[in-house]
């Protein structure tokens, strides 16, 4: 190669390098300009995490904001329903004892009188006031009558019914609405004196006032719904009788009604005077016979009378009703079968009267005992009777309270041999759906039905159809109330079994008992 062809190459070769060096400063001015613009998004990318996390501390800040504000919201809204809660506490419960007030106690009792003369049914109000109530807080110091106002109403709340308001009238003043106590104003007057002895027994237990036992006595003033027709009237009648009482000494319940209060203490009596007569053994009893269509006696019905001191021989009409509301009627009713057990054993020993039944009324209170089929089972074998001589009386209206207990026992009974009548049968619970369900022996027919069987052909179809349905039954028929011969002649007609009534015999006591007393 020569010179030429060198130089040639040479300069092409740094013309190459120029060119190379050319290349690699625009390359390095790019690789600048790059890292420019990648410092630039770097720094907008700092720029936008510096703005994402300021935004994201606002929102943590307004989500902090927004939960403080949610719970002064929701206590505000606890403030405004305990400030309705409290105003309408103080709008109608006493303060102290937290029991309704005397602007409560209005508004239910004008509803209760209005339920009540709608419904036919009867309530009242019953008025108290602690007799010397003063003396506790001069002695002891209010805070002490406090604590014993609070407990005197937490006790009347416990005698109360569920349907029944306690309510503070003032500082020692109190009031029970009773809302439910009957359709009669009899038997309102005799549930308002029992829910008053209640509250004065109850409140007349002993307190403890701190280290101190005190004890009250209630002066108490009732009066029915009756009395008056204002809710106000009607408390300013039951708060005379509360005055009335304290004037007389307090410790005591009266009526507003002078005649309510006068009834009211007779039955009071005769509770008493029936406890007495248990106890001094004041009852016996008058038999009245059973006989056939041939006049044949097939046996007697034992039935209670009471040789009272002071008002001679009573019949039952005059005490039953007081000894089954006070449930006297249970251990009357035991003496009357115990007796009656020990008459049919005496008849026993004797060839005329071997053959003799007789027949008890059980009362619905003690058929409904658990005690009542083994207290049977006990009386036969301790007489020694024929169970199939005794016949106990139940009538129909037992069938309501509880069928089930009701069959039970008479399967009970029955397994025992005694016999079983359904009395004053067609005046009650005349079920044939249930009557053929009935372990029984015996249909009785109820007076009212034999009373105008000679002039009444209704009466006259209904006692044959009864026979005709006892008969199909296998049921014996005793017709009671018989007084005449006609109604006589139309019982045997229609195949009644056995009659009773004053044709045949008034109740009296049995001849060797005439003998004895004479």
Known sequence: MGKKDQRQAEARAEDEKAKRAAELVLA??????????????????????????????????????????????????????RLTVELHNLAFY??????????????????????????????????????????????????????????VAWRLETCAGPGDTVARMSADEFVVVLAELGSYPIEAARRARAVGDRIRATLGVPYQLESHEYTITTSIGAALFTDAESAE????????????????????????????QDVISSRLALEAELETALKNEEFLLHYQPLVDAGGQIHGMEALIRWMHPQRGLLPPGAFID????????VPIGSWVLNQSCAQLSQWQQQ???????????????QFGTESFVEEVRGMVKTHGIDPQRLTLEITENMLLTSFTQTTAHMAELKEIGVRISLDDFGTGYSSLQYLKRLPIDELKIDMMFVQELATDVRDQAIVRAIVALAHSLGLTVVAEGVETDEQRQILINAGCDQLQGYLFGRPGPLEEDRRHKG
Not at 53 to 77: C, G, H, P
Not at 104 to 122: F, V
Not at 235 to 260: C, H, P, S
């Open 322 to 329: 007081v000894a089954e509301e006070t449930e006297l009627v």
């Open 233 to 260: 009237a009607l408390l300013q009648r039951a708060d005379i009788a509360m005055n009335e009482v304290k004037q007389a000494g307090g410790d005591a319940l009266k009526f507003f009604d002078q005649t309510m």
């Open 94 to 151: 006493d303060p102290l004892t937290h029991i309704a007030n005397r602007r409560l106690l209005l508004d239910r009792l004008s509803s209760a009188q209005e339920i009540a003369a709608r419904s036919g049914r009867e309530g009242g109000v019953l008025y108290l006031d602690i007799d010397a109530f003063k003396d506790i807080n001069d002695t002891l110091g209010q805070a002490f009558g406090d604590l014993l106002l609070r407990q």
């Open 351 to 365: 060839p005329g009267t071997r053959d003799l039944g007789i027949s008890v009324n059980i009362s619905a209170q």
């Open 28 to 81: 390095n001015i790019e690789l600048a300009y790059q890292n420019e613009e990648k410092a630039k998004r770097a720094a907008e990318l700092a720029v936008a995490n510096s703005e994402l996390a300021f935004q994201q501390d606002e929102k943590a800040k307004r989500a902090a904001e927004l939960v403080v504000a949610n719970k002064e919201l929701a206590y505000q809204s606890d403030e405004r329903e």
